[in-house]
């Protein structure tokens, strides 16, 4: 069992608050992401949660029970860190067994889970080497390892990919969430990359400036950003913004051309900050016209900008189109997938 | 310009420094070595190729006494300089305001001239006059003044704290520093493994800083073996010889009696002790090198 909540959590430096009362459930076997820019207070979340932080006031509790006021090793948490953090002088295997050692836990014991924890990770052939001779993947399973021979409650990953490069880090990450599959152990993952977020997690938080802006499973967020923010942060490439406004009933762009109807909720006349994504944009034989500005085939598909209305707007598509810069074409938009957000507090409309 | 003369070029610019080694130090250490081997009668040379001086140096009742309080002079030293340096560092490597002013007040006692040492610290250890001598008797340690200095049990054990008080400093100041560059998150990997704040010391950071603290170390060692001022202007060996080292009997016999030749032979014996411990530094060094370093 390993059930985290986190109620109202607060931490200060001095007069500066960095987390303003946080709040989050994680349900037994969850994998959880915490995703952000960087400044956003989930890293230090993370590490309140694991204790290497104090809170400045709030509760955490495992299964029910409060750990504010436990040590990190009393808490019966794992964590894996961004740099590894393994002890240099000591081989795979002294590394993994590190924590069962301080644990007092009996050699044969020690020797036969970090065997366990080894042939998980593939790690086998590799036990007596120093962290200096492994590559930054294996180094990243030793330090998984270390985790897991501790079969704790919950474990905490601090960015753990950010290291590696990138076809490592896509392999990493099916492995750990194969991992998370086989082990069934709650985790709690942080990282700034989202798309990261999007193939691993159960449920993804989505935090800025010491708030939460939004819980929710990878295509709730994807599908119903709550907000601005939360639409222009998760999907890649980035949803496009432009202002628009209702006019009978359809979403009318800033020149007068018609974008889709509007989403229902809004009020005739209202003025709001339409949001649509790449994917969603489609060349029509109707529909509001706009100027090629910039082509980027990528093979898998064809990314392309287009002078929507006066905003730069970024289209992409499967389909080989042959466009040129200059271009005129139409675009409309898949349905029901505009977004409308307020243009003030930029809080999902409709 | 091309390759050979480049060479030359290369040559002509060490060449100053090769020269400076030649003079000062391969040159009076060459001076040595043959007077450790020449007889000297009343300060005439009487004959070179001769063991007579080392015979000497180990028919010389002195010399036991002066072994054994080198022995307590340089590991006694060395042993106590690390061991206080690597406490104190330790504490200086808190982050607090106390801990920052400290590194920088700490260095004081380096920054003092030998002789202004030696001379405070004689007289703060005087028997009549001292006044931790003083101290004592108020405090009720002790019924009368204590001769600190005077007394042949206690003077080197005297000479190895002011030594400490001395060199201890910058060991604290090194290791506080190799302390600090610790990474934090092998620090908090070890706290989250449950390891307590011993475990912590002794898991990870001692053998983080096993390269400064050998290095250390051994530059203590070579310090203390060369230190010369600080027992000659505090006792010149004495009472009775009782506080008598190396570096001071040297001196003593070399300086005050003329005996070159006995002065050389422990000398040399001196250089050879030296060697050894930068061969055994050179060696460790080698050793964790050859395993890729500490990290």
């Known amino acids: 069992m390993g059930s985290v909540a986190l109620r109202d959590i607060r931490k200060s430096y001095g007069a500066v608050e960095v987390l303003h009362g946080i709040d989050l459930d994680v349900a037994d076997g969850e994998f959880v992401v915490l995703v952000g820019p960087s400044g956003c207070g989930k890293s230090t979340l993370l590490r309140s949660l694991a204790g290497l932080e104090t809170i400045s006031g709030g509760e955490i509790s495992i299964d029910g029970s409060s750990i504010v006021h436990l040590h990190p090793k009393s808490r019966d948490i794992a964590m894996v860190f961004q740099n590894y953090a393994l002890y240099p002088h000591m081989n795979v295997a002294k590394n993994m067994g590190f924590p069962l050692q301080m644990a007092k836990v009996s050699k044969s014991e020690i020797d036969e889970k970090v065997a366990k924890a080894a042939e998980i990770l593939s790690l086998t052939q590799m036990l007596k080497r120093y962290p200096k001779q492994l590559s930054g993947g294996q180094r990243q399973r030793v330090a998984m390892g270390r985790a897991i021979v501790r079969d704790p409650k919950v474990f905490l990953f601090d960015e753990p990919l950010s290291n590696l490069d990138a076809a490592l880090r896509v392999q990493m990450r099916t492995e750990i969430k194969g991992l998370h599959q086989r082990l069934g152990t709650t985790i709690v993952y942080v990282t700034h990359d989202q798309i990261e977020a999007m193939t691993m997690a159960d449920k993804i938080v989505v935090m800025k400036d010491g708030h939460v802006e939004q819980i929710g499973a990878p295509l709730d967020l994807y599908d119903r950003p709550a907000n601005r923010f939360v639409a222009g942060f998760i999907g890649s490439p980035a949803m496009n913004f432009m202002p628009a406004k209702v006019e009978n009933g359809q979403a009318v762009l800033e020149n007068g051309a018609v974008l889709a109807p509007a989403p229902e909720g809004l009020t005739e006349g209202q003025a709001f900050t339409a949001g649509v994504r790449p994917e969603h944009l489609m060349v029509a034989d109707q529909g509001a016209s706009a100027n090629v500005t910039v082509v980027e085939p990528t093979g898998a598909e064809l990314q392309f900008v287009v002078d929507l209305a006066g905003t730069p707007t970024l289209v992409s598509t499967r389909d080989r189109l042959h466009l040129r810069l200059g271009d005129t074409l139409h675009l409309e938009v898949e349905a029901g997938r505009l977004h409308a957000f307020d243009s003030e507090t930029g809080v999902r409309l409709g | ?295």
Not at chain 2, 105 to 124: E, F, G, N, R, Y
Not at chain 2, 165 to 187: D, F, G, H, T, Y
Not at chain 2, 194 to 218: D, E, K, M, W, Y
């Open chain 2, 1 to 295: 310009m091309n390759r050979s003369s480049d060479r030359w070029l290369a040559y002509f610019l060490i060449l100053p420094v090769v020269a400076a080694v030649l003079a000062f130090v391969l040159g009076p250490t060459w001076d040595v070595a043959t007077l450790s081997l020449t007889q000297f009668v009343m300060g005439q040379e009487r004959g070179f190729g001769t063991l007579v001086n080392f015979e000497a140096l180990w028919a010389d009742p002195v010399f036991g006494t002066v072994v054994v309080n080198t022995a307590i002079w340089i590991l006694g030293g060395t042993v106590f300089c690390v061991l206080t340096g690597l406490a104190v560092g330790a504490y200086l490597a808190i982050d607090s305001k106390v801990t920052t002013a400290l590194r920088a007040l700490i260095l004081l006692p380096w920054v003092l001239p030998d002789v202004v040492t030696a001379m405070a610290w004689k007289w703060m250890l005087h028997g009549q006059v001292g006044v931790i001598g003083d101290a004592f008797t108020r405090v009720g340690l002790s019924d009368q003044p204590i001769s600190f200095l005077g007394d042949p049990d206690l003077v080197m054990w005297m000479l190895v704290i002011v030594l400490v008080w001395r060199k201890m400093p910058l060991v604290a100041l090194i290791l506080c520093a190799a302390i600090r560059s610790v990474p934090a998150e092998q620090i908090e990997a070890a706290r989250m493994d449950g390891a307590n704040a011993f475990q912590r010391f002794r898991h990870v950071i001692l053998p983080n800083i096993s390269f400064s603290l050998t290095a250390v170390t051994v530059i203590s060692m070579i310090w203390i073996t060369a230190e010369f001022t600080l027992p000659w202007v505090m006792t010149g060996g004495g009472p009775a010889n009782s506080s008598q080292i190396m570096s001071t009997y040297i001196y003593q016999q070399s300086f005050q009696f003329f005996n070159w030749g006995v002065g050389s032979a422990m000398s040399v014996v001196n250089l050879v002790f030296l060697m050894a411990v930068v061969g055994l530094y050179l060696y460790i060094n080698r050793r964790s090198w050859a395993a890729g370093g500490s990290k």
